[in-house]
């Protein structure tokens, strides 16, 4: 399946838009976040507090997730980066979708690492406590999977699925919304690499990193626990900026 490269840069302004935070996100602001990503990576801002999430996830979860676990993303893309001297991405995007452009003996280390960087700063993006699904979330939920508590079904179903490490996704693929997980920090931008290519509208870090803490082994009662910290907002946006 393929989709677009204007599918993709749409995507990766709506990313990019998420790092502005509180901010009226006009087109000058989104083009200026994309080029800054030319120099160095960076983490995002979080937006809100680490504790922001309890008790559905935790603070000292957060605490660790982001600024150690995502922060290592980032440093590691940066190293790899800079090992790289036919570099000349200019985003985030363009490197996930042009990934077997890299070269070879590099490959592996930017698939991991900046595939950890985009999975995370959606995910950052895509929590938040008390909200509900928009209708017109509520209408492409319903049409493409009867009703929102089969999809949660679904979805859940397919997190819990994953053996190891990966991400749970809902990605739009032509026109349609599909469940699909991937492997790791693989995801659905991917050219090559991932069975599914798709805008993704919501991730789902199921890495025990994500949840042990304070869930250990039970992935059943983290997932339950991301229906409660679903940015439905976000997901209304992802939504509309798809095709
Ligand atoms: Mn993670």
């Not at 995507?11 to 120099?39: D, F, H, P, R």
């Not at 979860?61 to 995502?70: A, L, N, R, V």
């Not at 985030?92 to 900046?114: C, F, T």
């Not at 919501?202 to 997932?223: G, P």
């Amino acid at each position: 399946m393929k989709v677009s490269r204007k599918t993709f840069v749409k995507s990766a302004a709506i990313l990019a838009g998420a790092t502005l935070l509180n901010t009226q996100k006009t087109e000058a602001q989104i083009t200026a976040a994309l080029v800054s990503l030319e120099n160095d990576f960076a983490l995002p801002p979080l937006g809100y507090s680490y504790d922001a999430l309890e008790p559905f996830i935790d603070r000292q979860t957060m605490e660790i997730h982001y600024s150690k676990h995502h922060q290592a993303y980032v440093n590691k893309l940066n190293e790899a980066k800079a090992k790289i001297t036919s570099w000349n991405y200019k985003t985030l995007n363009d490197v996930l979708v042009n990934i077997n452009s890299i070269p070879k003996d590099m490959q592996g280390a930017i698939r991991n690492n900046a595939g950890g960087h985009y999975n995370h700063s959606l995910f950052w993006s895509l929590l938040k406590t008390n909200t509900t699904p928009s209708e017109n979330v509520l209408k492409a939920i319903n049409e493409n999977f009867e009703s929102l508590d089969n999809f949660k079904l679904l979805f859940t179903k397919a997190a819990m699925g994953i053996f190891g490490s990966g991400w749970a996704w809902l990605i739009k693929q032509d026109g349609k919304l599909k469940i699909i997980t991937t492997p790791n920090q693989d995801n659905p931008l991917m050219t090559e690499i991932a069975k599914d290519l798709g805008t993704p509208i919501i991730a789902l870090d199921v890495w025990e990193h994500a949840y042990y803490l304070k869930y250990q082994n039970k992935r059943a009662d983290y997932v339950t626990a991301f229906w409660s910290v679903l940015n439905w907002e976000k997901v209304e946006d992802l939504l509309a900026n798809s095709r």
